[in-house]
């Protein structure tokens, strides 16, 4: 099994919907974060929490929202949607008690999501 | 905001060549990370290294924190090698910078 889990794996929705994209994790991880990836600009940062009670904005937030349910879980929320905000959306979570006390990233395998 | 560069944007090998991917990042980092992700979208980590080299395989890496750059080396390519290639910055506030990416393709 994954140890940091994306569902839905795709989805297909229309201008104006709301759809909730959800993040589990079993690695233990206090850290998660949200990103997004489009053609020729790599991965940039959505949202990040450290723990259940912080949220912090990152790089793109305009249009998102998030939720840390719980230390395992972490969802993104678009509440309205439009098309440029068709991409490929990774979930990642870091414990920085490893590797010598530098953080290293654990990706999910992505949601491929279209607005049309 | 600190600036990452990767080149060349798109590499295309013969199966058998090695090669040489570049990250410059514009300012000093807490460290640094490559991924590879393949043509079916999944990231995978490479290498972990603030500094120093590394050697996984046929993969290597050294990152000169005082130049700023970063190189990963792919020796003996394979068309499983093909995919993204990303560097990422972590900088002293814990936020995360990704390049752009190599695009790399392997030709049997």
């Known amino acids: 099994d994954a140890d940091v889990t994306q569902t839905p794996r795709n989805r297909i929705t229309k201008t104006g919907k709301r759809i909730m994209l959800e993040c589990s994790q079993t690695?233990?991880?206090?850290?998660m974060y949200w990103y997004r990836q489009d053609p020729g600009l790599g991965l940039r940062l959505i949202y990040y929490s450290f723990d259940v009670k912080d949220i912090n904005k990152g790089e793109i937030s305009d249009g998102y929202s998030v939720s840390r349910q719980a230390q395992a879980k972490f969802s993104l929320s678009l509440e309205s949607a439009i098309p440029n905000q068709t991409a490929l959306y990774f979930c990642a979570t870091s414990d920085p008690s490893v590797s010598q006390g530098f953080e290293k990233l654990f990706f999910g395998s992505g949601t491929q999501l279209s607005v049309l | 905001g600190i600036q990452v560069e990767q080149s060349p944007p798109d590499l295309i090998l013969q199966e058998g060549a090695n090669s040489t991917l570049r990250c410059n990042f514009s300012?000093?980092?807490?460290?640094l990370q490559w991924f590879h992700q393949n043509p079916w979208g999944q990231l995978i980590n490479l290498f972990y290294?603030?500094?120093g080299t590394k050697q996984n395989g046929r993969l290597s890496a050294t990152t000169v924190a005082t130049e700023r750059y970063s190189l990963l080396y792919i020796s003996s390519s394979q068309t499983t090698d093909s995919g993204v290639y990303f560097c990422a910055v972590e900088l002293y506030n814990n936020d995360m910078r990704f390049g752009a990416g190599t695009r790399l393709t392997v030709k049997p």
């Open positions: 300012d000093s980092v807490n460290n």
């Open positions: 290294i603030p500094s």
């Open positions: 690695k233990g991880h206090d850290r």
